[in-house]
């Protein structure tokens, strides 16, 4: 050990003789030191920016699924009301399919009308016949059964629904059920309010449960697995979500560019099938944005991080 510490300070005293080898070794153990600091630096950095961003990841799934809950909230409440008016109940009954389609009708026009909510429509089952404006029977038949309230997305004729279906009782027996339900595009309002972006893809595989003015008129391809109604949103952030890659995006849970930060949820329909995706934006431009101040801080941290690097080699040297 003594011999290598002597070898040491000889060696130095030699550098130090020969000028030119002693800046030459201290500019390069310089530079590997601050090459080396910044590899790390970077390293940490970028961890710091993939957290923040699936916290953020985090954050808009579960603010998209409040505001589903409290659509579906909205609906009921809306169809419980509707299976209070005595008139649809006797409407029901006597099987005037009719009549009660005019009563509902007058109904859902009257909300629309009153409301700046998209616009809602409502449908009536009956326990004892099969009516002829029924499309989610299934879940009619399960509702008048179990008399018990459901709510979620379906794919049928009209497009892709949030929809809301609750009995109707009369006295002690259940005669038929209603159902209030309104286009999954009504979700791009509540995001708005809080100024991000919205849009909903379809995956293909559900084409088949759309009338054919949706199939050619309303969804669009976006690449070889889904569609997206991309007149319902803003032009910017759907052209956005074309330059993406979505598989990706789905691996990671996000992606981050010049323009937006991208998020993304699955879209889970009352059967439990994945039937599209939804995703989630936010602007990037400007100094405002979560991106761009995520950035300046990563950027500052980096700056100051290397600063003091540089400062403890050269003072070690």
């Given at each position: 050990m003594f011999s290598f510490v002597k070898f040491l300070q000889s060696l130095k005293e030699f550098l130090k003789r020969k000028k030119w080898i002693w800046f030459t070794a201290l500019t390069f153990a310089s530079a590997a030191g601050v090459l080396a600091s910044m590899l790390f630096i970077n390293s940490m950095t970028k961890d710091v920016a993939s957290k923040t961003y699936l916290e953020e990841h985090r954050l808009d799934t579960n603010l998209l699924d409040n505001f589903l809950i409290s659509r579906y909230d909205s609906l009921l409440s809306i169809a419980s009301i509707v299976t209070l008016n005595e008139k649809v109940k006797t409407a029901i009954k006597s099987k005037n399919e009719a009549n009660v389609m005019e009563l509902l009708e007058a109904t859902s026009t009257g909300i629309n009308a009153k409301t700046n909510i998209s616009p809602i429509k409502i449908r009536f089952y009956a326990k004892d016949y099969k009516t002829e404006n029924s499309q989610n029977n299934e879940f009619a038949d399960l509702v008048m059964s179990s008399k018990q309230n459901i709510s979620g997305i379906v794919a049928n004729k009209?497009?892709?629904?949030?929809?809301?279906?609750?009995?109707?009782?009369?006295?002690?027996?259940?005669?038929?059920?209603?159902?209030?339900?309104?286009?999954?595009?009504?979700?791009?309002?509540?995001?708005?309010?809080?100024?991000?972006?919205?849009?909903?893809?379809?995956?293909?595989?559900?084409?088949?449960?759309?009338?054919i003015a949706h199939k050619t008129d309303t969804y669009h391809d976006i690449d070889d697995t889904y569609k997206v109604a991309f007149h319902n949103y803003d032009s910017k952030f759907y052209q956005n979500l074309q330059r993406l890659n979505i598989e990706e995006v789905i691996a990671r849970k996000y992606e981050a560019n010049k323009s937006f930060y991208t998020t993304y949820d699955e879209t889970i329909d009352l059967n439990g099938r994945q039937i599209g995706l939804f995703f989630i934006g936010e602007s990037s431009v400007g100094g405002s944005s979560f991106v761009q101040i995520t950035k300046n801080m990563i950027n500052s941290i980096t700056t100051v991080a290397l600063g003091l690097v540089i400062s403890l080699i050269l003072f070690i040297f």
């Open positions: 009209d497009g892709i629904r949030l929809i809301g279906i609750t009995p109707v009782d009369d006295g002690n027996s259940t005669i038929g059920a209603i159902e209030v339900s309104q286009s999954i595009h009504a979700l791009k309002v509540d995001f708005e309010r809080l100024g991000k972006e919205f849009i909903f893809v379809l995956n293909k595989n559900q084409l088949v449960f759309l009338d």
